[in-house]
């Protein structure tokens, strides 16, 4: 199910866009396109080159960023025992943002980006969860407030960093709202790693995951090292986050929304739930990004800002929960 | 079998434990009883790590490991309310399970023959958050049976039970202990319960053993009196010990 979600939303994410492609021929360029297979599409030049240059980097991007954060948004779920837990409400987003904002107006070498926003994205979530426990202990909610003041923190570092390099102000600012835009295949080439060494590393931690939901204590009783654990699967998760905060800036919310949709259908256990963020995840965002790109025709609206306008109402009923 | 020797804990300079020294063999079942804050569930804790102490544990091979040579329960286990029955007895079988690897045939049947021996064959896909007091209780002990460890440490329990399933509990407790000849130890606040069926009583009192042996042994006036206050009575018939209010209705 999972698997015909993701195809559903690519071909619909390929083939909607501001210049028509006939259906028909841009599924025969597509098949084209592999290798082995040849096909007359009649396409012209330019609309194979929109199809394939354009629009298919960019849906693959989608897919790969919206797997990321909601695949990370189910694991700091499960490893902080906190419903309200996404990239996004922990800080995670905002320290890569401030560590790959650094790397820019620093004017580091261009490989440097997704270790500086790594680098940011594991203090942000230390911090986080260190004031978050200090406050509040266990509590909820108190995580998700550190992590907010944690994340404004680090958004007015980051914007004071802007304002003393206006030069780079424009690009940095657009890609603070999350976008997507890319022209060609170099974002999701930078991703590609990243986002595999976390699944394998995140789906496997799923029998983990479940035995952890009885508490640190029980946990421990029965077998777990629990530090190290949490360990492992906060750097995967944060690693995968700060690469795609490195290629599409803050896009908030799929952490909250794909998990728990996951979850009010197929239950608890984390050997599902990760796996199916993984797929749910990369379908959200591509068809998030089909809505972004054509409500405003031919503007764009950044993709956070569609991701925010269906999360935070969620956010609210997953709050309710949670605290009721 | 496991024992405690010279085990103290303290909490930032507060002792709360001991010096304790206890020795617990293969198949016996000790009810450990005394005050609140007596020190009985950080005794049991210190066996799977979860109070740092001085003195040492030891098991069977030695130092204890979490998991495959004790099993804990806590006072009040976290039950994750959408779990099933099944699942959470499979959180038993996760000392077996490597950490990346997955449930064998083994650890199925491991779960089922502890659902079989606690009746919850029926319960096995309700979720947790549907169960009564009672069947709780026997999920976590079916839970605590799959981990198929030698020594069972058990904290209260009986709490919040009434005396029906209070006494069925103890009974399961007993027939698992005889079965898979398990060592046994239950924090335990009713005395006469824990009376009439650990046939050792060990009694904490500011983190010390004040009396250790048979329950008729160790549930005397004087003995509860200096640890509960003047006002408790004990009976004696037939049956054993009866720890009861020294108070008559006015």
Known sequence: MGFVAVAAAVIVGLLVGPIDIPITGSLEALLDSLPLVELDHGLTETEQRVLLDIRFPRVALGALVGSVLAMAGAAYQGVFRNPLADPYLLGVAAGGGLGATLAVVTEADRALVVPFALAGALIAVGVTYIVGRSVGGRSTTSLVLAGVAVGSFLTAVQTYLLQRRVDTLREVYSWILGRLATVGWAEVRLLLPYFLVSVVVLVASGRLLDVMSVGDEEARSLGVDVGRVRLVIVVAATLATAAAVSVSGLIGFVGIIVPHAVRLVMGWSYRVIIPMAVLLGAAFLVLADVFARTITSPAELPIGVVTAFLGAPFFVIVLRTALR | ?250
């Not at chain 2, 109070?51 to 490991?65: D, F, I, K, S």
Request: aromatic share 4%; with cysteine.
């Open chain 2, 1 to 250: 079998m496991i024992r405690w020797d010279d085990v103290a804990v303290a909490y930032s300079g507060v002792a709360v434990l001991g010096p304790v020294d206890l020795l617990v063999g293969d198949g016996e079942w000790v009810g450990l009883i005394g005050p609140n804050g007596a020190g009985k569930s950080t005794l049991l804790r210190t066996a799977v790590g979860l109070a740092p102490n001085t003195g040492t544990v030891t098991a069977r091979n030695g130092r204890p490991r979490p998991g495959p040579d004790v099993a804990w329960l806590p006072q009040r286990p976290s039950l994750p309310e959408g779990m099933g029955v099944a699942d959470y007895v499979m959180l038993g079988r996760s000392p077996h399970i490597g950490y990346l690897g997955r449930e064998s045939r083994h650890d199925r049947e491991a779960v089922k023959s502890a659902l079989t021996a606690l009746g919850l064959e029926q319960l096995a896909r309700r979720p947790l958050g549907t169960l009564s007091g009672g069947e709780v209780q026997r999920v976590v002990l079916a839970r605590a049976l799959a981990q198929q460890a030698p020594v069972l440490l058990l904290d209260e329990p009986t709490a919040g039970l009434d005396l029906g399933h209070a006494i069925e509990v103890m009974e399961v407790i007993d027939r698992l202990r005889v079965e898979n000849r398990l060592t046994v130890v239950t924090a335990i606040h009713d005395m006469t319960l824990a009376g009439r069926f650990c046939p050792r009583l060990v009694l904490l009192g500011g983190g010390l053993v004040r009396a250790d042996g048979t329950p008729s042994q160790v549930l005397t006036e004087t003995t509860l009196r200096s640890h509960y206050g003047e006002r408790v009575k004990v009976i004696h018939d037939g049956l054993g010990p009866t720890v009861v209010p020294d108070r008559r209705q006015p």
